[in-house]
Structure formats: structure tokens, C-alpha cells
């Protein structure tokens, strides 16, 4: 059973830049799947970030693409997400996910972290 | 890219029928057969319900059905329980520019 694990700083100053790490566990980040960041802010609804594969190969929304970074650490079996020029507008529970690829890579996800908050503030 | 349009709630009886829309465009949910649906109850992470417009992966109950047509896919939940009020969010592919957008979310009230 794949889990999901966010962690890093609830606290971001304005614009400063956010990292986060999720740790993957009951499975290799070397598996073929795709590595997911969702974001929801606060009584809002959710918003594809980006995603990685092990290979290093990176897919990212087009409206946050100048300022997202993610990558993948095999030693350690964790993906992280960068994001810079914080401001209010990204203070938001940050959610990691799993797009599996069986024979051909899906379309949904499967697997999700329990989320993690971060707020935007000085 | 816009989210995909979806009610702000919908409300039924324990045992009743309740529809969810998700209205998109020809560029994603009108494009392609991959609409997914996720539950969401408060203050946890999304589940997922519904795959490749009609798929239910394993142990979702078989309450829960979709569709689609046009720019527009549906979630029913049939046999309405109390464990079902939740929020409920569409995702759609949508080509391999924007990738993903989501629906703006469903509340579902069981009265």
C-alpha cells in the first residue's frame, strides 16, 4: 500500500519561496508512475500544480511554470516542490498525489498525502 | 485555463438520487475520456471515486456512477447514505499544455 507523506514549513514569508518534501512509502519513487503537487486553498478548490517522473522528465500548469521547481530525490524515495515569489494568493493546504502508469500512464490519481498547510504571511 | 464548472451544492434525502455536473469545453472534457471524480470530506484529501469517466476502482460502492456527454460529465450517487456528504471535485485531462484542471467543487448535504 503506497503512502503519501507532506512535510516542510507551515510559514512562508511574502515573496519568499516554498519548499516541500513527500515522502513515498510501500513503494519506490523509481516505479513507473508520475509524482503529483495539488493545492487548495482555504475553502477554495483544488489546483493541479506540476508533477515528475523518475526519470526527471516535468509537467507543469502553465500558470504557475515560472515559478514551480520539482524534483525527485531516489536515494531518499521522496519528490519535492519548489515554489518562489510567494504571496497571499498561494497560501493553501499543498497536497502530494500519484499518477500511476500501468502499460500507459493514467489519468487520475490514486494515491494522495494527508496535505499539508502553508500560509503566506510576514 | 478555467476550471471546470460544477454547482456550488446539491442536496438530498437518505435514499434518494442526487446528479453532480461538470461543465468544461471541447478543449478537455469535451476531448477526452478521462474525467475523473474525488470525495472529499472536511479536512481530508481527496479520494478517488470515479476514473476514465465511468470507472469505479475497487471498493467504491456501486452507489456511485458517471457519465458523460459532450462538455458535460456527470457523477450520480444513488441510495443516498449519510457517509456521502461530502465535496466533490471533476478533473479532467486537457491536452498536454494545461494537463489538468479540476472542477470548482460540489457540496453534497444529505438532509
Known amino acids: 500500500q503506497v503512502q503519501l507523506q507532506e512535510s516542510g514549513p507551515g510559514l512562508v514569508k511574502p515573496s519568499g519561496t516554498l519548499s516541500l518534501t513527500c515522502a513515498v512509502t510501500?513503494?519506490?519513487?523509481?516505479?513507473?508512475?508520475?509524482w503529483t503537487w495539488v493545492r487548495q486553498p482555504p475553502g477554495k478548490g483544488l489546483e493541479w500544480i506540476g508533477e515528475?517522473?523518475?526519470?526527471?522528465?516535468?509537467n507543469y500548469n502553465p500558470s504557475l511554470k515560472s515559478r514551480v521547481t520539482i524534483s525527485v530525490d531516489k536515494s531518499k524515495n521522496q519528490f519535492s516542490l519548489k515554489l518562489n515569489s510567494m504571496t497571499a494568493a498561494d497560501t493553501a493546504v499543498y497536497y502530494c498525489?500519484?499518477?500511476?502508469?500501468?502499460?500507459?500512464?493514467?489519468?487520475?490519481?490514486?494515491?494522495w498525502g494527508q496535505g499539508t498547510l502553508v500560509t503566506v504571511s510576514s | 485555463q478555467s476550471a471546470l464548472t460544477q454547482p456550488r451544492s446539491v442536496s438530498g434525502s437518505p435514499g434518494q438520487s442526487v446528479t453532480i455536473s461538470c461543465t468544461g469545453t471541447?478543449?478537455?472534457?469535451?476531448?477526452?475520456?478521462?474525467v475523473s471524480w474525488y470525495q472529499q470530506h472536511p479536512g481530508k484529501a481527496p479520494k478517488l471515486m470515479i476514473y476514465?469517466?465511468?470507472q469505479r476502482p475497487p471498493g467504491v460502492p456501486d452507489r456511485f456512477s458517471a457519465s458523460k456527454s459532450g462538455n458535460t460529465a456527470s457523477l450520480t450517487i444513488s441510495g443516498l447514505q449519510a457517509e456521502d456528504e461530502a465535496d466533490y471535485y471533476c478533473?479532467?485531462?486537457?491536452?498536454?499544455?494545461?494537463?489538468?484542471?479540476f472542477g470548482t467543487g460540489t457540496k453534497v448535504t444529505v438532509l
Open positions: 471541447s478543449s478537455d472534457v469535451g476531448d477526452y475520456n478521462y
Open positions: 498525489a500519484r499518477r500511476r502508469v500501468v502499460v500507459v500512464a493514467a489519468n487520475f490519481f490514486d494515491y
Open positions: 510501500g513503494g519506490s519513487i523509481s516505479s513507473s508512475n508520475w
Open positions: 515528475i517522473y523518475h526519470s526527471g522528465s516535468t
Open positions: 478533473c479532467s485531462y486537457a491536452g498536454s499544455y494545461t494537463f489538468y484542471v
Open positions: 476514465d469517466v465511468s
